[in-house]
């Protein structure tokens, strides 16, 4: 749900991508902002860009964290952000991943008191897996019935489906994505046959031009091309729940004008 003021507008969040910030239903105030204006790790809210065929001002609105500039090398190795070689976690408390193993005669309702989500037991008894910040799975291992608690993760190399840019040539995931440059305005990114769907939705859905691979050559407004110079900034957002997000690690970038702008205020449901 999106409510219009004047410089400001409510947004509903609509799902758990974003905890433990925000839980599905939180109301948060964003006011108006030019990305010039939104720093990193800011909560923008965003016209998604997943709908490719439908006008900017009628795609569902989404919150998420404003993590890469245009022009920003980025790379997520096992899990911790890198912003031009440089780690670069957020300020914001973060969700993963853990699997519990306990010994017999664990008693799983003590996990309903601790401050997680998504609950399942995976083995009758004695494993558990749930979403939780990284200082709350450590006090969780304290308890004396626990075995251990430990992050899950994908592998290095792993390909994972529905990770951008969906390309056999990107064998990335949401534990290890990149490195990745993000597009900037007048900044020439290189076109082949390999990391062509990396801009695919950038040239031919974002900036408006016509675009087709043959014989392993690219094709831009029917002329062979090596080279394209976007328009307009690029942005690359993350969820706070990493490992249930839908984030640019999904979605790719995230075009300036489709950022309306920065929270300001928030409250419950």
Known sequence: MVVLLTNFLYVQVSDNTMLPAYDKGHKILIRHSKPANIQRWDVIAYHSPELADKEISKKPVRVSRLAGFPGDTLTIDNKVVYLNNVRANSPSKRYYKYRLSAHKGFDPK?????????????????????????????????????????????????????????????????????????????????????????????????????????????????????TFVPEQDYYFVLDDNRDDGNDSRHMGFIPADHILGKKTWQHAK
């Not at 290095?156 to 529905?162: L, N």
């Not at 031919?204 to 392993?216: A, D, I, L, P």
């Open 110 to 226: 003590s996990l309903e008191k601790q401050p997680i989500h998504y609950l399942s037991e995976v083995i009758d008894g004695m494993a558990w897996e749930f979403h939780t910040t990284p200082s709350d799975a450590a006090a969780i291992q304290r308890n004396d019935e626990v075995i251990t608690v430990r992050q899950l993760s994908q592998l290095r190399g792993q390909r994972q489906e529905g990770i951008f840019p969906q390309s056999r040539f990107f064998p990335w995931n949401e534990s290890y994505f990149g490195p990745l440059v993000v597009p900037k305005s007048g900044q020439p990114v290189n076109l082949n046959y390999k990391n062509y769907k990396m801009y695919q939705r950038l040239i031919s859905v974002y900036e408006g031009h016509q675009m087709y691979v043959n014989n392993r050559k690219i094709y831009l407004d029917g002329e062979e091309a090596t």
